[in-house]
């Protein structure tokens, strides 16, 4: 190594020796010292470097990641860099490395917790189910996603607390992430009182179809608006549409809209909002309808006399004579078609003029 000096210091100066010795051992370790440290200083410098990035946020996990594999890889090779020095100046170093592999198995089981939440840090880096900034649901709580480091994730709640969760908890938790909606859906279910007739019901559905078709914010491909049953109290419509936004506030703006519509076409109906009640009847009871009773049970005595009872099921002559004979789509309806012949010939009906 005394060769490595400067060469007239190397022509100048003969050592021998415990001095040449010692001379030799001081410059590799400098010398090992010294490319472990260049080494370091190289891997942070590139990783900072690719850090500065316009798209890579200084506190994003990408950034956090970034850090973690320069500190990694820097670490692997000043150690490597070391042991050769260690070898280089007669060091058991495979006896060493035999060692610390126990005690680093040792080790492993202690930082376990730590392991999994830097696993699960590299799981969100990868998957990216959620980024900075996203609004998402987990567990039972909804919260903005604040920052995502190496151990832990940050989120801010609706009420403004920071909830902070370990990776390795977050990752296994249901996740929703609302950003990622493209439309984000307005489902209601509406009561009217039970004394709407079924044309008063027809009329409301329809105008509720008409409207929800008819609103610039709202995907008119996806619109439903059903009569979906009878309550305790009400009979029930269902209304299940998009809005075109990816914003809550709008959302939230587009559904009020949407709420108030609906007042003003059921108003419109002459029919109104159910609430929960119970309505007491005082009055004669003027019993059962004899004469549709009797009728009935003449029906059945005669399919029993001829054999065509249809119980436990019909049979399939019976089930054949009335296979299609309701009228469905409803009379009247688009689908159904002209009710009037000389309407479904394109005539004029009588007594009409243009």
Not at 210 to 229: D, T, W, Y
Not at 281 to 310: C, H, I, S
Request: with cysteine; net charge negative.
């Amino acid at each position: 190594m005394v060769g490595l000096l400067p060469p007239f210091i190397d022509q100048q100066i003969n050592t021998s020796g415990i001095f040449s010795n010692l001379v030799d051992s001081s410059t590799t370790i400098l010398l090992y010292f010294a490319a472990a440290w260049l080494f370091w200083l190289t891997v942070r410098l590139l990783f900072e470097w690719i850090i500065l990035s316009p798209r890579i946020g200084d506190e994003s996990l990408d950034a956090n990641l970034l850090r973690l594999v320069a500190g990694t890889l820097g670490t692997v090779g000043v150690i490597v860099i070391l042991a050769y020095g260690g070898q280089a100046l007669g060091l058991p170093i495979l006896s060493v490395f035999a060692g610390l592999g126990i005690g680093g198995l040792a080790i492993a089981l202690a930082i376990k917790p730590t392991l999994e939440n830097l696993i699960g840090g590299v799981v969100l880096y990868v998957d990216k189910p959620v980024r900075v900034g996203d609004f998402c649901s987990f567990g039972t709580k909804m919260a903005t996603v604040e920052s995502i480091g190496i151990r832990s994730i940050q989120l801010r709640a609706l009420d403004r607390t920071l909830i902070t969760v370990p990776n390795a908890q977050f990752v296994d938790l249901e996740l929703v992430n609302w950003e990622k909606c493209d439309q984000l859906m307005i489902k209601e279910t509406i009561g009217v009182r039970y004394e709407t007739t079924p044309d008063q019901l027809r009329y409301a559905l329809a105008k509720l179809r008409e409207m929800l078709q008819g609103h610039p914010r709202l995907n008119s491909k996806k619109v439903r608006a059903r009569f979906s049953g009878f309550g305790d109290s009400s009979l029930n419509i269902t209304i299940r549409v998009y809005a075109l936004t990816q914003n809550w506030d709008e959302f939230h703006a587009i559904r009020e809209d949407i709420l108030l519509r609906i007042c003003d076409v059921i108003a419109e109906a002459g029919s109104g909002f159910a609430f929960s009640s119970h309505t007491l009847y005082m009055g004669k009871d003027t019993g059962l309808n004899k004469e549709a009773g009797n009728k009935a049970m003449a029906q059945v005595e005669a399919w029993r006399r001829t054999g065509q009872l249809p119980f436990p099921s019909a049979s399939p002559e019976q089930i054949k004579d009335i296979n299609n004979t309701l009228d469905y789509p409803p009379r009247g309806s688009p689908e159904a078609g002209p009710e009037d012949p000389q309407a479904a010939a394109g005539e004029q009906p009588a007594g009409k003029a243009d």
